[in-house]
């Protein structure tokens, strides 16, 4: 494409299938305590 | 859904519900406000003024293609699976309140100085060992369990970390579970013995330093009045580096008395450390330090900005982890958990000194949030139910937001103190996050 550069490609809908085991990390744990951020934890099944 | 801005003349697409994100040319970034209200002649004629008829037509069936593809305004297939959600509440993490008391006064604390509003008190090791009991029965299939040690200051009551790890670590290999703990500390107490054991059993370690001095001291003191940057600095060196600089974060707060935060963060950076989170400061109405909406455009600037200066220091080999920054675009978590968000009151639990329960550790302290007790068996199974069906859908503002995805509903402690409804979202945290987000995005555009 020349007009368009595709950084990601479609990756929730999959998940919606192959997800929800809950092995990962509970978000508020890592760092923060006081605000919510989910997208920047990592996929335990990767 | 889509949405579209233009970063440091970077313009970026994201399709919100595939997850698809795209760097289009001016062109193509101006097509995409016509594309579903007009015809292909109609926006090549709207368009005629800027772009030749030749690279808009270009353009737009590069926009079809990424439609028919499931990149571009993607249907949401989310809304009604999770009206089907019957799942079982499970508990997988918890944050274990070691101590009721600190060892300092910092004027933005939270927890009313270490008190959460009550007794200053310290957790025995048989209300941790009860714990975690309770957090092995009611984590059912779960292998990954999680512990926080958080305070107050947990060192203070570090002998019983100790009995409650080596505790869980008999009830691991008898269970099969796999406990990663984690320790928030203000390091003021930090020696060669704690950090021994810490960096032995502890999968992560929070580390609280709010940046310059004058910044940190101006905020985090102790009882009689002195600043804490010149004691713990050498502390909070020697732990990240015996930890090879990972699996730690040096953690600081900004309130409105140094919206200019991007230079605490870059002064953690300068530091040495490759481990940062900077966060906006939780606070009441009025308190005088707290984020107002006025605060909002020099913080977005202050956002934009570190995210450049992010980039620029990467490509050097200077480069550090600031933890709103990082997005894992694929490889991150699924859509099922990015529905239902960070799993207070139901998935993750706070345990007070005396072993009450609450949703969280922002809701101890107060009495109507109380779930139970470990070391009884009544446990409030009602709350915990209405906790797991708050998600991103159960929030209307949510619902309709372009950053669901990737913020998952935010705090729901934010959301109760400041709206009185875990499913209300806290406005002015709900406008940074947005902002980080889109920093976020962009910098995975510079790599």
Redesign the interface.
């Known amino acids: 494409?020349?007009?368009?550069?595709?950084?990601?490609?479609?990756?929730?809908?999959k998940?919606?299938a192959?997800?929800?085991c809950?092995?990962?990390?509970?978000?508020?744990?890592?760092?923060?305590?006081?605000?919510?951020?989910?997208?920047?934890?990592?996929?335990?099944k990767? | 859904m889509i949405h579209k801005y233009t970063m440091h003349n970077t313009n970026i697409v994201m399709d919100i519900n595939s997850g698809a994100v795209h760097v289009f040319d001016a062109a193509a970034f101006d097509i995409v406000d016509l594309y579903k209200t007009q015809t292909k002649g109609q926006i090549i004629e709207a368009l005629s003024q800027k772009y030749e008829g030749q690279a808009v037509s270009d353009a737009y069936d590069e926009i079809v293609e990424l439609e028919s593809e499931g990149l571009l305004f993607s249907e949401d297939v989310y809304s009604e699976a999770v009206k089907n959600w019957e799942r079982k509440p499970v508990v997988k993490a918890l944050c274990l309140h070691i101590c009721h008391d600190c060892n300092l006064r910092c004027r933005y604390c939270f927890a009313s100085t270490g008190s959460f509003g009550g007794h200053r008190t310290m957790m025995d090791a048989d209300t941790g060992k009860r714990a975690i009991d309770f957090l092995i029965e009611k984590s059912a299939g779960r292998r990954n369990l999680e512990v926080d040690f958080f305070g107050g200051e947990p060192l203070m009551n570090f002998d019983v970390v100790k009995q409650i790890v080596d505790y869980a670590r008999i009830r691991e290999k008898e269970t099969g579970k796999n406990f990663r703990f984690t320790i928030t500390t203000n390091a003021i107490l930090l020696n060669e013995d704690n950090k021994e054991f810490i960096n032995k059993h502890m999968h992560n370690v929070v580390l609280s330093i709010d940046g310059r001095k004058e910044t940190n001291d101006r905020m985090r003191f102790r009882v009689d009045g002195s600043g804490t940057y010149d004691s713990i600095l050498p502390k909070l060196k020697a732990m990240a580096e015996s930890r090879n600089q990972d699996n730690y974060y040096v953690r600081g707060t900004f309130t409105r008395e140094n919206l200019d935060f991007s230079k605490d963060v870059l002064h953690l950076a300068d530091l040495g450390f490759k481990q940062i989170s900077v966060e906006p400061v939780v606070a009441a109405k009025d308190s005088g330090y707290d984020i107002r909406e006025q605060d909002l455009k020099q913080l977005f600037e202050e956002y934009e900005s570190l995210a450049e200066e992010y980039v620029k220091r990467g490509r050097n080999e200077e480069g550090f982890n600031f933890f709103h920054f990082m997005i894992d675009l694929k490889q991150g978590p699924c859509i099922i958990k990015r529905l239902g968000g960070c799993g207070s009151g139901h998935e993750y639990l706070a345990v007070t000194p005396e072993g009450d329960l609450y949703p969280c550790h922002q809701f101890v302290g107060d009495e109507k949030f109380k779930m139970g007790n470990v070391h009884g068996a009544e446990f409030n199974t009602e709350f915990q139910k209405h906790f797991q069906k708050s998600n991103v859908y159960s929030k209307k503002d949510c619902s309709e937001c372009w950053a669901k995805f990737y913020c998952s509903g935010g705090c729901a402690a934010n959301a109760y103190q400041f709206n009185n409804d875990i499913n209300v979202p806290y406005k002015i945290g709900c406008e940074l996050e947005k902002k980080r987000v889109e920093c976020a995005i962009w910098i995975k555009t510079q790599e």
């Open positions: 494409m020349k007009h368009v550069k595709t950084i990601n490609a479609a990756t929730l809908k998940s919606l192959n997800g929800g809950g092995e990962c990390q509970t978000s508020c744990q890592s760092a923060c305590k006081t605000s919510c951020t989910v997208a920047n934890q990592s996929c335990e990767k």
